[in-house]
């Protein structure tokens, strides 16, 4: 089982970046797909979910408006539109895998984790 985050790199405060998770060993409508992001030296935090069917979502507070999740099961890719980055967006950013079917905004409810994509913004 592996997830692949990928497309992160140097912004613009305003600007904006795609992340994308390629899956594999696995079926991918079989899980729902969290973002998370963390800070050297903080906790990770809860970004956006997606249900399996890519129905539902879910974000944070932080990102709502901004960010948007989604998903093409049929090529096992989840991404993770990011418009109007602040700086405050800076942060190593991961995908991972959770079987749970509601309730997916901590670290323990997910069992598969990407190496994560680092996000700079800054001008």
């Known amino acids: 089982v592996q997830l692949q985050a990928y497309g992160g790199g140097l912004v613009q405060p305003g600007g904006f970046l795609r992340l994308s998770c390629a899956v594999s060993g696995f079926t991918l409508d079989d899980y729902s797909i969290g973002w998370f992001r963390q800070v050297a030296g903080k906790e990770r935090e809860f970004v956006t979910d997606i249900n399996r069917s890519g129905i539902a979502t879910n974000y944070a507070d932080s990102v709502k408006g901004r960010f948007t999740v989604s998903r093409d099961n049929a090529n096992n890719r989840v991404y993770l539109q990011m418009n109007s980055l602040k700086p405050e967006d800076t942060a190593r950013y991961y995908c991972?895998?959770?079987?749970?079917?509601?309730?997916?905004?901590?670290?323990?409810?997910?069992?598969?984790w990407g190496q994560g994509t680092q996000v700079t913004v800054s001008s």
């Open positions: 991972a895998a959770s079987t749970r079917v509601s309730g997916r905004y901590w670290p323990q409810d997910y069992a598969y």
